[in-house]
T-cell receptor
Framework: GQNIDQPTEMTATEGAIVQINCTYQ??????LFWYQQHAGEAPTFLSY??LDGLEEKGRFSSFLSRSKGYSYLLLKELQMKDSASYLC??????????WGAGTKLIIKP | ETGVTQTPRHLVMGMTNKKSLKCEQH?????MYWYKQSAKKPLELMFV???????ENNSVPSRFSPECPNSSHLFLHLHTLQPEDSALYLC??????????????FGPGTRLTVL
């Protein structure tokens, strides 16, 4: 079956760095997405990876290893507003997104 | 603001009621989606429309009935729901549903409570 695994919850300190991991098993692979979702709000697109390596976008970076079925989202210089759930989703051979349950990130002062 | 709006934002209904959820996208996209989001569970894809034709129906109970009158609007008609249907219902749109980088953009969702 198809599956996405990511930690349920993580805690980090304001100003620090946190890495949220995601492993995936899909029938074929056509890219991996990360979304941010604040409580009661819409998921918003953060990043897309389809080739191995690191994609950097400001304070956020996303990494992909296709051979390992692994991705991570790296958040630097954490701010209180980064407290949110982070959703990992892999796209299979039919271009359907397979979603993880999300990682709730709690930022403490 | 993602360019996708949903109404109502909150809905409480009894099991015998009939109600509809509305979604509108202002992004010029051709594909629209309905998802169900329950606490601590992955997003569940319910329906996909591409160019106003339904292309995906993931074994959703018939008490949920989608309608896509044009590429900008999507409805989810609800009738005789069960308490376990209480969840956040998210609408999303994307350029065409199959492109290389076909990013989905989400609305804020309708929080549905079935009594």
């Amino acid at each position: 079956g198809q599956n996405i695994d990511q930690p349920t919850e993580m805690t980090a300190t304001e100003g620090a760095i946190v890495q949220i991991n995601c492993t995936y098993q899909t029938s074929g692979f056509n890219g991996l997405f990360w979304y941010q979702q604040h409580a009661g709000e819409a998921p918003t697109f953060l990043s897309y990876n389809v080739l191995d390596g690191l994609e950097e976008k400001g304070r956020f970076s996303s990494f992909l290893s296709r051979s390992k079925g692994y991705s991570y989202l790296l958040l630097k210089e954490l701010q209180m507003k980064d407290s949110a759930s982070y959703l990992c989703a892999a796209r299979d051979s039919n271009y359907q997104l397979i979603w993880g349950a999300g990682t709730k990130l709690i930022i403490k002062p | 603001e993602t360019g996708v709006t949903q109404t109502p934002r909150h809905l409480v209904m009894g099991m015998t009621n009939k109600k509809s959820l509305k979604c509108e996208q202002h992004l010029g996209h051709n594909a629209m989606y309905w998802y169900k989001q329950s606490a601590k569970k992955p997003l569940e894809l319910m329906f996909v429309y591409s160019l106003e034709e339904r292309v995906e129906n993931n074994s959703v109970p018939s008490r949920f009935s989608p309608e896509c009158p044009n590429s900008s609007h999507l409805f989810l008609h609800l009738h005789t729901l069960q308490p376990e249907d209480s969840a956040l219902y998210l609408c999303a749109s994307s350029q065409d549903g199959t492109g290389e980088v076909d990013t989905q953009y989400f609305g804020p969702g309708t929080r549905l409570t079935v009594l």
